[in-house]
């Protein structure tokens, strides 16, 4: 439909009226107990208990996240049936998050991916509501037990580990130094509810989900849904000016066949090296990069170091995960460490290297076991506390438990990204 001069001004202007409003009105109040969208959201894990802002009524907020790739990676595998890959740019990603401040201490987060790697086309990631306060149910209620407890439900990822406050997030990258996410990557977006309590650097996590990714309520003669159960122990202490330290403890358990294995495949998005690995005849795969063991009647560990001593900076993920005795009895076993320096007058540039591998076996009787590894080394900077530019040098190989005839036989994939974003 062709729009007139007079049409297309008005949009314009509507347009322009529309922003300034959401600019003023984020100008004048801020969202409670959130983590900041922006540089000033690293290291920061459960949303802080700290308040934020004041209320005195209904807001939105707008906001979002913008990334693009150049990539320049090469792979190959011991049949040699892979496409070949070139150096250019990925195709860009973006979200739009629309968080509401209801009431006093009372939050709605909704996420929108625009654009991603596995859907092109614009789709709701999900979203939840957090409790920090109740004084919309009667002022002043229980405000001896909000003042450390935070309560959150919703279809969205749960606070399963401490991996997933680091990963990039479709375009919300700003929090993940590197590219890519972890070979084993937990998260899942599943209808859940869980408890938060942080008092004095002590942290727990109590919570549930449906344990299913694509929500439906047909039943059949496979059907065997079961709640997965999931929580988190830990302490997170500034010890003192100079030195942070934190260490948690997470688990998730589901015992049902037909729920409970998508903790590491709940990624829709895709994953962060485009191209790598695909044949030259069959489906392209968009998760490519990772390890899924899609157990079933899956029982999860994930112990989490975190250290921060002026620039230095330390994460660890040792992370166990297995199968009942029924459905093979497998195991794998995750490692990561990441070392970064950060430096600068506001930390604003980083230096860093990380190295993650994934070992183990789909059932106790497999004669040899998988092994994945991937080392990523590189830097950023942070041109504004909303604007990054990384660069890294990643290697990927898959040392062993592939048959011959497996695409992953020998197959290894390396190379350089480079990547910016935008995050507000």
């Known amino acids: ?78 049949l040699n049936n892979l496409v070949q890959l070139g150096s250019n740019f990925n195709l860009p990603t973006a979200n739009l998050n629309i968080n509401t401040q209801l009431a006093d201490g009372l939050r709605l987060h909704l996420r929108t991916y625009l654009s991603s790697k596995h859907h092109n086309e614009s ?41 997933h406050f680091r990963r990039s997030d479709n375009a919300r990258v700003i929090f993940n130094p590197f590219i890519g996410n972890y070979i084993m990557d937990s998260f899942s977006t599943e209808a859940f509810g869980e408890v938060t309590v942080q008092k004095d650097g002590l942290i727990a996590v109590l919570g549930l989900s449906n ?13 065997d849904n079961k709640v997965s159960f999931y929580g988190k122990l830990g302490v997170d202490k500034q010890l003192d000016e100079d030195f942070r330290f934190r260490l948690t403890g ?13 903790l590491y495949g709940g990624d829709r998005a895709g994953g962060r090296y485009y191209g790598v690995l695909q044949p030259l005849e069959g489906t392209a795969n968009d998760f490519e990069g990772r390890f899924n063991p899609r157990f079933r009647q899956m029982t999860a560990f994930q112990i989490n170091p975190f250290l921060k001593y002026k620039g230095l900076e330390f994460f660890g993920i040792v992370e166990s995960v297995g199968n009942s005795e029924g459905q093979g009895n497998g195991n794998f076993t995750q490692l ?24 183990g ?22 041109m504004t506390k909303n604007v990054i530019v990384k660069l890294e040098y990643m290697n990927q190989e898959y040392k062993s438990g592939f048959g011959a005839t497996s695409i992953y036989n020998e197959a290894k994939f390396n190379g350089i990204n480079l990547e910016a974003a935008i995050s507000f």
């Not at 209620?141 to 991996?163: C, H, K, P, S």
């Not at 320096?341 to 190295?355: I, K, N």
């Open 211 to 223: 344990g299913k990714l694509n929500q439906n309520v047909i039943v059949n003669d496979n059907t």
């Open 123 to 163: 789709w709701v990631k999900g979203g939840y509501l957090q409790i920090d306060r109740l004084g919309f149910i009667r002022e002043g209620f229980l405000d001896g037990i909000m003042d450390y407890t935070t309560v959150t439900f919703g279809l969205d990822e749960f606070n399963y580990g401490d991996a």
């Open 361 to 382: 076996k789909n059932n106790d009787s497999d004669t040899s076991e998988i092994e994945i590894s991937r080392l990523n080394v590189g830097g950023g900077w942070f």
């Open 336 to 359: 990561s460490g990441e070392l970064l320096y950060r430096f600068g007058g506001t930390e604003q540039f980083y230096l860093g290297g990380r190295y993650n591998t994934v070992k």
């Open 1 to 78: 439909m062709k729009l007139s001069s007079f049409t297309f001004r008005g949009f314009i202007l509507s347009g322009a009226m529309l922003t300034c409003s959401i600019a003023l009105a984020q100008e004048k109040t801020e969202l409670q107990y959130f983590r900041q969208n922006s540089k000033e959201g690293l290291n920061v894990f459960e949303s802080p208990k700290e308040k934020g802002g004041d209320f005195d009524k209904v807001r939105v907020f707008v906001s979002g996240d913008f990334a693009l790739q150049f990539q320049a990676i090469d792979h190959s595998n011991s």
């Open 250 to 262: 997470s688990w998730y358990m589901n015992k049902g066949t037909t729920t409970g294995t998508w």
